[in-house]
Nanobody, 117 residues
Framework: QVQLVESGGGLVQAGGSLRVSCAAS????????MGWYRQAPGKQRELVAD???????KYADSVKGRFIISRDSVKNTVYVQMNSLKPEDTAVYYC???????????WGQGTQVTVSS
């Protein structure tokens, strides 16, 4: 089992920055990749960015050049630095961890990010 605890998020004006963090605990060695998804009201949950245990990263086209995902292997924590935020970035952001066999997926409780215009 893996537990994910998110922090960060909040309210920011358009053009501002926020950082969200996700700390993993439990069976850390079973994790292949960690990442962040978001879900806006009335929309499907979508990938924001993820990072594998090997350090490979992937970003949604909508956040490329504005968001940066990173990890601290000692703290078992993944961060997303969100810059140049737009109102359309407003959503609940969820941390995710995927097992090596890609079968098991763990989710955090979600953290609200609101960008005002």
């Amino acid at each position: 089992q893996v537990q994910l605890v998110e922090s960060g998020g909040g309210l920011v004006q358009a053009g501002g920055s926020l950082r969200v963090s996700c700390a993993a605990s439990g069976s850390i060695s079973s994790i292949y990749a960690m990442g962040w998804y978001r879900q806006a009201p009335g929309k499907q949950r979508e990938l924001v960015a993820d990072i594998t245990s090997g350090g490979s990263t992937k970003y949604a086209d909508s956040v490329k050049g504005r968001f940066i995902i990173s990890r601290d292997s000692v703290k078992n924590t993944v961060y997303v630095q969100m810059n140049s935020l737009k109102p359309e970035d407003t959503a609940v952001y969820y941390c995710n961890a995927v097992s090596w066999d890609r079968v098991i997926s763990y989710w955090g409780q979600g953290t609200q990010v609101t960008v005002s215009s």
